[in-house]
Every structure is written in C-alpha cells, then in structure tokens.
C-alpha cells in the first residue's frame, strides 16, 4: 500500500512538473503560436551582372578595359575592400561630375593617402590623364 501511494506521488508530482515546465497537457494558444512555422525569409537582392547591364556603355568597356590593364585589380575590386576601397565605395562617396573626374584622376596619376586610411596609393605616372580620366568615368559608373 505504502508502494501504491508513493508511486501515486511521484507520478502526481511529475505531471504537476511536465505541466508547469511547459508540457503537453493543455491547448494552449501560446505553445500553438510558438509552434508554427516561422514565415519565409525574405528573398535576398538579386545582384546586378555589370557586363550586362553596361553591356554598351563605352564608359564601362574602357574602364574595365584599362583597369584590366594596369595594376588597379591588385588593390581594388568592384564590391570589396582590398587593401584601397571598392570601386562601389567610391562611386558612393563622389558625384559623377566633371570635377570630381578631375580630382580623382588627379589622385590616381600623382597618388594619395589619407582619403580612405594610412595605406598610400602610389602614383601612377606613365598613365595618361585621358585614361585616369575614363577609369574613374567608369569608377563612377558603379554607383548604386
């Protein structure tokens, strides 16, 4: 009999412990709703195929011409810092103006530090400014 009520105890006290720790037991609209399958992610954005999308753009087809050409693709990539920042980076940071094509093609001829860290860019003086003019044309480009 002492057998009998003290597994009729353990057993009473572990429902009362399975129902409070959030067993099953009850319908609860709670444990219902926590249940469901979370909703879809949201699809991520499509990237954009440049060569595509500027498939006819002299500006594009000399910039990436030149860059291909010259040793820009050791220090910078379109969408990733490298050691200098990304094409996408710069774009974002200068109008597309005459001004800033001056500037920057400046920069890239003659070299510079300071604008996007301690890391220096080295001059590139045997390019000619009507390039340096078109690579930053087509850095431009690339705005988002």
């Not at 399958?37 to 440049?50: D, F, G, Q, S, Y």
């Not at 080295?122 to 988002?144: C, G, I, N, Q, W």
Request: aromatic letters at 4%.
């Amino acid at each position: 009999m002492k057998l009998n009520i003290k597994l009729s105890l353990a057993i009473l006290a572990s429902a009362m412990m399975a129902v409070s720790c959030g067993g099953s037991g009850g319908g609860s609209s709670e444990s219902e709703s926590t249940s469901s399958t979370p909703p879809p992610a949201p699809e991520p954005p499509k990237e954009v195929n440049l060569e595509e999308k500027y498939k006819d753009d002299p500006i594009f087809i000399r910039g990436v011409e030149l860059m291909q050409q010259n040793d820009c693709p050791s220090c910078h990539m379109i969408e990733r810092k490298i050691v200098g920042p990304s094409y996408a980076d710069v774009a974002a940071k200068y109008e597309s103006t005459e001004e800033n094509v001056e500037l920057l093609a400046g920069r890239v001829i003659a070299g510079n530090v300071g604008e996007w860290g301690e890391i220096p860019m080295p001059a590139h003086p045997a390019l000619s400014e009507d390039d340096a003019k078109d690579m930053v044309r087509y850095v431009l480009l690339l705005k988002k």
